[in-house]
């Protein structure tokens, strides 16, 4: 009982990272668009061909890694990373 | 890999099939319909059969669309489009959109006068569930645009589950085995089979809805120029000078006959999609909508724009020729196979399971796979057997695909799941060989014999005869309920 607790806890950890992956993906992009405005037009397509093909990769990636700590952590830095570079280049 | 990795990843693959399947498989079924929406809508519409392939548009039948452009323009109608004779519809088709659908009149192209053809949404309502699921924008959008995410993680880590059996799995099918056994080859089989099919249409159909999956946030609000208000159809948008003309000059810089014809903002916009090939960049002429003067050409995109245009184009097949849409409709079907293999083999490879949504799950199976397949076909036996004059006829058509889904639904809750599968089988079956019969002698004495109509037909025959063959396999479900 107290083993299946703490897989779902770790179920749970690994969801929520798949989707900071994505969250951390719509950041980084829009803060990389953000970066060039004057390109925006040519790189939002790019942006988008990139993170399309990066996204099953990083959600996976959640699920790959032994610990699920690890994931959930890493994935919330790239988010937050995102989050930072996006503020300062806004 | 090790096992703790491995049945992690079956985790993912086990719950996001079963999240997002049964959408995925509607998806997939519809869009391989989509693959063929314009001839799809001329099936759906015999009358235009009285119209032979490969006919060009003169320059009566030109003028006669625009003198009803004009006379939509005096009615206040809001703008209009024109689709001009091609290989997949030689009928001119003055278009605009009624809230649901682009509805308008059907001209013959040789002499300009209306072909008196049945309203319905024909091919376009298959284009349209595919990409919306039939739920309000951008809802409908948005929920596709998640599941193809869903679908794209569930592809990779199925792709790792089986990589060390990718090659053995191509040759592996063993239809007489238990149930599961069967479902799980028949799953990996197509699955692997068709790999780089379903990596390519999973991508590109990533891309194309990544506006709602991807969006650029933007921290600045750009100061508004001018109180929003609601926007308004321009009054006049018909052209002054003649389209004919306009057509035949657009033709030459063009270096093709245009497919479309768009009127925007003082211009006439005509566009020729490069047939033959992947690009879903369309050329484009534009002039001016009073002078009939050539305004501009459209510019050769940028490398970045060329491969999104050619990814767009990998996933809509508009452009592509016949061999390749029919390569793209097998690799469509051997998705939705794969699909519904995988969500049947998760209920089939747990007899002892008995809990509720165990039960429901199995149902679902049945109701939302095998139930779709009776609802697309219901829609087509729809279109011939409600009458031609009737006003509301597409909306009816549409209403009876869901009326028919619905339905499935509900038998499958209500009886035993082998008797409820063993019923819907029929029905598909019995249904999808009716409709050459029922085309036989509704159908105009033109389009007796025409390709189209043998091959739309000859396509539900064998979809008949393999949904009577899949009976044969459903005495084994008894023991699985």
Known sequence: M?????????????????????????????????????ISQATIPGYRVLASALAPFGMVWAFWVQSPLYALCGSAGLAACGGLFLVLHA | MTPARRSRLAWLHRWAGLVSGWAAFAIFLTGTLALFDTELTRWMQPETAIIPDKTSPTPTAIEHAQQILRDDERAGA???FLLLPDARDPTLRVLHYDGHSFVGPVLAPHTGQPIPVRQ?????????????????????ERLVAMIAFAFAALVLSGVLLHLKRLVPDYFTLRLKAALPRSLLDLHVLTGSAMLPFHIMITWSGLILTAENALPVLQLEQEAPTQAEAPPQSPTHWAPRASLAVMLQQAQAHLGSMPSYVLFDDGKTIFSAIQHDSLNANDLSAEFDSQTGEFLSQSKEPSPIENAFYTLNGLHLARSMGLLLR???FAGGLASSIMVASGLVYYTARQKKQTTHAFGLAKRLNIALLG???????????????IPVQWQARAALEVAGFFGVWASCLLLVMLIPISKSARIIAWATGLIALALPVIDGLSMPLQAWGSMLHLTVNGTFLLTGLSAMGSLRFLPVWRSHD
């Open chain 2, 326 to 328: 029919w390569l793209w």
């Open chain 2, 371 to 385: 139930g779709l397949i009776t609802a697309c076909l219901s829609f087509f036996v729809l279109n011939r057997l």
């Open chain 2, 78 to 80: 809001p703008p209009s």
């Open chain 2, 120 to 140: 319905t949404e024909g091919g376009n309502f298959f284009f349209n569930f595919h990409y919306t699921l039939h739920l309000p924008n951008p809802w409908g």
């Open chain 1, 2 to 38: 107290g083993k299946r607790v703490k897989n779902s806890h770790a179920y749970a950890y690994r969801i929520t990272a798949a989707l900071l992956v994505w969250l951390a993906l719509v950041l980084w992009g829009s803060a990389l668009v953000a970066l060039s405005p004057a």
